[in-house]
Structure formats: structure tokens, C-alpha cells
């Protein structure tokens, strides 16, 4: 079964939270210690308990071998501690690191504190993983298609129950929030993303392109244009995807495909392209 939530951002966004998160995608500076803890740990433990089988065979611990975790928020690699890994392997695994910060004291005496986090997981690492990279090397032949919802997210329903009754086996998934369509590069391998539908603009989108004087790769490199969320699945699961996204009253559609090649995605109804270095997100 695909785990929905391999960023802290998804979870955020698909258990109703996303007001936590700035335009970037990451918590936002005033956030409370509690929330970030008791979310994150929410996450973690989620996240790890989906994937334990494939970190117990990746890494070569017992078939019973029972994880626990703590978060390491002051450290700024952001890496949280998990028992049976190295910092090393950990680090292969979770990266994408986010910080944010509050302030705390009398108004003589304001202590500013900062939190740090890792913000992704990179499945990919995995031997057995119960996901798969957004595509396999070998040509856009072996390509994965990309189904984009015109939501802020795909709620919790449709992704752990809609897709795997209908035999969807989702390979990736991206918000396409505060770096505008690069967000689909996001992956940590080497893809070339080729987008050859988009939807329509937004009048609020097309208001403010047109007040900000930004052109068409400015407004795509920033905002999400009417998309916002991107779906990878197999060419063959696009149709059944879409179906089960507009079951669950939301606007999808194939955009395109994940091929073989390097880093950089291809918008080409607008004659667009982005470099895999212009998403600069935090390492």
C-alpha cells in the first residue's frame, strides 16, 4: 500500500493543518513547541511504522525489530534519532531540512528559540519499499504518468482508501505549494518532468500575475496556477486515478511524464523549462 505522507508538509496538509505552513511549504515562525512536537512525533511514528519491514530488510536488523524515535530539534541537520540506524543511514533517508522559530520571556528579556526538522523521506533508499521511484531508468518508454488534482491536497480518503481499492499504487506525490510548478522536481533523483497540459488560470492568479507584471515563468516558478497537487502514478493506472479523483468531487487530469534524463521539467504548452538547481529547497 502507498504511504500518502512522505513529507511532514503532506501531513500537515492532509490532516487539515495546512494554514501551519508558509508560502514555502514549511511551519511558520510563532508556531508552538507543542504542535510541532506532537505533529511531528504523529508523523514520524506513522511514517516509520508504514515502512518498518523495508528498513528492517534495507538496513539488516531483525524481522522483529522494534523502532523507536526521538526528535532532534535543536540540532540543525534537522535528523531525528531512530533507534537500530546510524546518523549516517538517517540521513539517507530524511532530509529537505526546515526550520522555524518563536520567542518566549517578558518584553526586557525575549528569548528567540528555533526548531529544526527534517521535512522529507526519501523511500527510494529502500530495498522493498511498499512505493517506488516516480519512474525507472530506461527511457520515457518505462515513464510514470502525472495526474494533477486542482486541490490544495488529496484528503486522507481518496488517497488510503479510494486509490488502493481501485488498484492504484500512487509512486510519488507533490504539493505544488510556494515554488510554484518546480515543486514537481522535487524528488531526489534525476528526472526529466514533461508537462503537456495545464489547466485554467484562476481569475485571483491571473489578477495578480497581471498586477505584478510577472511573467508566465515567473507566476509558474511561484504559484501554483490552478494546480495543487501532483499525483505520480503508471501510464496505465492515469485513467483510474482520475476517476477516483473526480469520485471524490475533484478536478484531475494526465499533465504529462516522468522520463528517464536530467533534472529539469519541461512546461511545454507555455514553452517553459526550469533547471532541477532553480527549486532550492533547503538540503
Do not use: C
Amino acid at each position: 500500500m502507498a504511504y500518502a505522507y512522505n513529507t511532514f508538509e503532506a501531513w500537515l496538509q492532509g490532516h487539515g493543518l495546512g494554514s501551519s505552513l508558509d508560502g514555502t511549504g514549511e511551519l511558520k515562525d510563532g508556531t508552538s513547541q507543542a504542535f510541532f512536537s506532537s505533529q511531528y512525533a504523529a508523523w514520524l511514528n506513522d511514517l516509520i511504522n508504514h515502512y518498518a519491514d523495508a528498513i528492517r530488510t534495507t538496513y539488516g536488523l531483525a524481522p522483529d525489530y522494534q523502532f523507536t524515535f526521538a526528535l532532534s530539534q535543536n540540532d540543525p541537520t534537522g535528523l531525528p534519532a531512530i533507534s537500530g540506524l546510524t546518523a549516517a543511514q538517517v540521513d539517507q533517508l530524511f532530509g529537505d531540512t526546515s526550520d522555524f522559530s518563536w520567542t518566549s520571556g517578558s518584553k526586557v528579556s525575549l528569548v528567540t528559540h528555533t526548531r529544526y526538522y527534517s521535512n522529507s523521506f526519501d523511500f527510494s533508499q529502500l530495498n522493498h519499499a511498499p512505493t517506488a521511484d516516480p519512474a525507472e531508468a530506461g527511457g520515457a518508454e518505462d515513464a510514470a504518468s502525472i495526474a494533477i488534482t486542482l486541490t490544495g491536497f488529496i484528503p486522507d480518503s481518496m488517497m488510503k482508501v479510494g486509490m488502493v481499492k481501485a488498484g492504484v499504487r500512487p509512486h510519488y506525490a507533490a504539493n505544488i505549494t510556494g515554488h510554484g510548478w518546480r515543486k514537481l522536481m522535487r524528488h531526489r533523483s534525476d528526472f526529466t518532468y514533461r508537462i503537456r497540459a495545464v489547466p485554467d488560470v484562476p481569475p485571483v492568479l491571473k489578477f495578480i500575475q497581471a498586477e505584478g507584471r510577472l511573467s508566465d515563468r515567473d507566476a509558474y516558478g511561484t504559484f501554483n496556477m490552478g494546480a495543487g497537487f501532483a499525483l505520480f502514478v503508471a501510464a496505465e493506472d492515469a485513467p483510474q486515478a482520475i476517476a477516483v479523483a473526480n469520485k471524490a468531487g475533484l478536478d484531475a487530469w494526465i499533465a504529462g511524464t516522468v522520463e528517464a534524463g536530467p533534472k529539469r521539467l519541461l512546461i511545454e504548452p507555455l514553452g517553459l523549462e526550469y533547471d532541477g538547481s532553480e527549486l532550492g529547497l533547503r538540503a
